[in-house]
Nanobody, 125 residues
Framework: VQLVESGGGLVQAGESLRLSCAAS????????MGWFRQAPGKEREFVAA????????RNADSVKGRFTISRDNAKNTAYLQMNSLKAEDTAVYYC???????????????????WGQGTQVTVSS
């Protein structure tokens, strides 16, 4: 599985961005998908995850009510809609996929096998 993120950029606090993660391969609909972020000098942290069908999602407390993860299995694409952005959301955002066939969502980077290259999100205050 190869993952390619897009949609990052520079926005002002309070604005919105939507990140996309395009996946290659035939197994996308059987991969738990997740989003992580890493700010300079900090560890990579969990943002959100979504089940195979998209019916179950999980968000980090820091983004609840502001960020929404979704997926379109027909397009092999996962999304992260980010609203009400704050300066502390500034980071490189990574898309990740668990090994094919696993049904349990994970919130640590070690739980994900496949990673994208990351996309920069910068929020100015």
């Amino acid at each position: 599985v190869q993952l390619v993120e897009s949609g990052g950029g520079l926005v002002q606090a309070g604005e919105s961005l939507r990140l996309s993660c395009a996946a290659s391969g035939r197994t996308f609909s059987s991969n738990i998908m997740g989003w992580f972020r890493q700010a300079p000098g900090k560890e990579r942290e969990f943002v959100a995850a979504i089940s195979w069908s998209g019916g179950t999602t999980r968000n980090a407390d820091s983004v609840k009510g502001r960020f929404t993860i979704s997926r379109d299995n027909a397009k092999n694409t996962a999304y992260l809609q980010m609203n009400s952005l704050k300066a502390e959301d500034t980071a490189v955002y990574y898309c990740a996929a668990r090994s094919t066939g696993i049904t349990v969502m994970a919130t640590t980077p070690s739980g994900y096998k496949y990673w994208g290259q990351g996309t920069q999100v910068t929020v100015s205050s």
